[in-house]
């Protein structure tokens, strides 16, 4: 492979030989696993640090992430260690915040450049988010081989910007020749935990976890971690619709942002709704519920492939280049979810999820097709081109 660092040829090393007489001793695989900001940039990351463990134990994996943000939080309580950027993403808007991104980009710069000095990595991976951009870049500079891995049916800006020099680029969806040059895309899907992959939970253990009757319909709502506006907004608007029908049952999440305004409104006092700030145990709620009501996040939509869970999507209008609506509308042509504008969805979000609740043909449908669209294997067939590149980096 023409990328190749002097470092990695000098030893860096996936089963070197050693000279005769030498101690066997086989260094460690070195990757770098870079970008954050939201879990879903998080979690897929984390699940291809798991695969290539699974693959090779010995595999040293660190990551990068930006400061302040939930990665420095989340990577390392699933084990992995990781080094912050002082990075934040431009405004489109004219605003104070934008004077002081030359410096961060600066910073950043250097930073990466010590970090990958220091750590000499065979591979370097892109999940999106601001801290990919720095490090890849500088990883593209010294000849080391890179991957994106880019979750969206729309690619956000950073893995745009570094889609032409990566070696290999991961995609959950057809289509993204638009974007990146054809021969390096590999449509692997999304990688999603592994609890979420086979979910053995019953409905009765769900419904019991929450507090619910499994005998009577369960809506499950939900905005993300920190929650939606709009959908809350939709949801305490529509308190009537959910007394005219007390046999359906509702877990909602409000999110930490909300969890003040919305757990006391009308709606979330009424005796078949629960709101809660955050849920865990997802694999308790997707096998418990009915219908789905949540945003078209990569993270989301791909867990509920595997989930076979009749979902209506509220893409949120609020990220880049609406790539939301784009997720949400792949889907939509397969038959293989609902889809309601943001700014409709004070007036649909209950009056179209009692509908599906109340069409079993319609729920069968959506749930057969958007399980056929599930890729079991995403995070292991992504590990596995991660190793071949580091294999490649020492020859």
Same mark, same amino acid.
């Given at each position: 492979?023409?990328?190749?660092? @002097?470092?990695?040829? #000098?030893? +860096?090393?996936? =089963?070197?030989?050693?000279?005769?007489?030498?101690?066997?001793?086989?260094?460690?695989?070195?990757?770098?696993? $870079?970008?954050?900001?939201?879990?879903?940039?998080?979690?897929?990351?984390?699940?291809?640090?798991?695969?290539?463990?699974?693959?090779?134990?010995?595999?040293?994996?660190?990551?990068?992430?930006?400061?302040?943000?939930?990665?420095?939080?989340?990577?390392?309580?699933?084990?992995?260690?990781?080094?912050?950027?002082?990075? +934040?993403?431009?405004?489109?808007?004219?605003?104070?915040?934008n004077?002081?991104?030359?410096?961060?980009? /600066?910073?950043?710069?250097?930073?990466?450049?010590?970090?990958?000095?220091?750590?000499?990595?065979?591979?370097?991976?892109g999940?999106?988010?601001?801290?990919?951009?720095?490090?890849?870049?500088?990883? =593209?500079?010294?000849?080391? *081989?890179?991957?994106?891995?880019?979750?969206?049916?729309?690619?956000?800006i950073?893995?745009?910007?570094?889609?032409?020099?990566?070696?290999?680029?991961?995609? %959950?969806?057809?289509?993204?020749?638009?974007?990146?040059?054809?021969?390096?895309?590999? &449509?692997?899907?999304?990688?999603?935990?592994?609890? &979420?992959?086979?979910?053995?939970?019953?409905?009765?253990?769900?419904?019991?976890?929450?507090?619910?009757?499994?005998?009577?319909?369960?809506?499950?709502?939900?905005?993300? $971690?920190?929650?939606?506006? $709009?959908?809350?907004?939709?949801?305490?608007?529509?308190?009537?619709?959910?007394?005219?029908?007390?046999?359906?049952?509702?877990?909602?999440?409000?999110?930490?942002?909300? #969890?003040?305004?919305?757990?006391?409104? #009308?709606?979330?006092?009424? *005796?078949?709704?629960?709101?809660?700030?955050?849920?865990?145990?997802?694999?308790?709620v997707?096998?418990?519920?009915?219908?789905?009501?949540?945003? +078209?996040?990569?993270l989301?939509? $791909?867990?509920?492939?595997? %989930?076979?869970?009749?979902?209506?999507? /509220?893409? +949120?209008?609020?990220?880049?280049?609406?790539?939301?609506?784009? =997720?949400?509308?792949?889907?939509?042509?397969?038959?293989? %979810?609902?889809?309601?504008?943001?700014? #409709?969805?004070?007036?649909?979000?209950l009056?179209?999820?009692?509908?599906?609740?109340?069409?079993?043909?319609?729920?069968?449908?959506?749930?057969?097709?958007?399980? @056929?669209?599930?890729?079991?294997?995403?995070?292991?067939?992504?590990?596995?081109?991660?190793?071949r590149?580091a294999?490649?980096?020492?020859?």
């Open positions: 492979m023409a990328k190749t660092t @002097k470092k990695a040829e #000098e030893g +860096s090393v996936l =089963n070197r030989p050693e000279e005769e007489g030498a101690l066997n001793t086989r260094p460690l695989v070195r990757i770098l696993i $870079s970008g954050g900001g939201t879990g879903g940039h998080i979690f897929p990351a984390i699940a291809i640090a798991d695969a290539v463990k699974a693959l090779a134990p010995e595999a040293d994996i660190r990551f990068v992430g930006a400061k302040g943000k939930m990665e420095m939080e989340k990577v390392p309580k699933a084990g992995y260690p990781i080094e912050g950027l002082w990075i +934040s993403g431009f405004q489109r808007k004219l605003t104070l915040r004077l002081s991104f030359p410096f961060k980009l /600066i910073s950043s710069l250097w930073r990466s450049r010590r970090i990958i000095g220091r750590f000499e990595p065979q591979v370097v991976i999940v999106g988010g601001y801290a990919s951009g720095p490090l890849l870049q500088i990883a =593209n500079s010294q000849g080391i *081989p890179t991957l994106l891995q880019e979750q969206n049916s729309f690619p956000g950073t893995n745009r910007l570094l889609g032409g020099r990566a070696d290999k680029i991961c995609v %959950a969806y057809e289509g993204m020749e638009r974007f990146f040059p054809s021969e390096k895309l590999l &449509l692997t899907g999304n990688p999603v935990r592994a609890n &979420l992959q086979q979910i053995k939970a019953t409905r009765e253990e769900g419904a019991r976890h929450f507090g619910f009757d499994p005998a009577k319909p369960i809506l499950f709502v939900f905005g993300g $971690s920190l929650g939606a506006r $709009s959908i809350n907004v939709a949801m305490a608007a529509n308190a009537a619709a959910l007394k005219a029908r007390p046999d359906v049952q509702v877990l909602w999440q409000v999110g930490k942002l909300y #969890e003040a305004e919305f757990t006391v409104c #009308e709606t979330a006092q009424l *005796p078949n709704v629960k709101a809660e700030a955050f849920i865990d145990g997802m694999d308790l997707y096998t418990m519920s009915d219908v789905i009501v949540a945003r +078209s996040g990569a989301t939509i $791909s867990e509920l492939q595997f %989930a076979g869970k009749p979902a209506i999507f /509220i893409p +949120s209008p609020n990220v880049a280049e609406d790539h939301q609506s784009k =997720n949400a509308q792949a889907l939509v042509k397969k038959e293989a %979810a609902l889809m309601i504008p943001d700014a #409709e969805a004070r007036v649909r979000i009056q179209d999820a009692i509908a599906l609740i109340d069409n079993t043909e319609r729920r069968q449908r959506l749930s057969a097709n958007i399980q @056929k669209m599930a890729q079991p294997d995403a995070a292991a067939r992504i590990a596995r081109e991660v190793l590149l294999q490649s980096a020492k020859e």
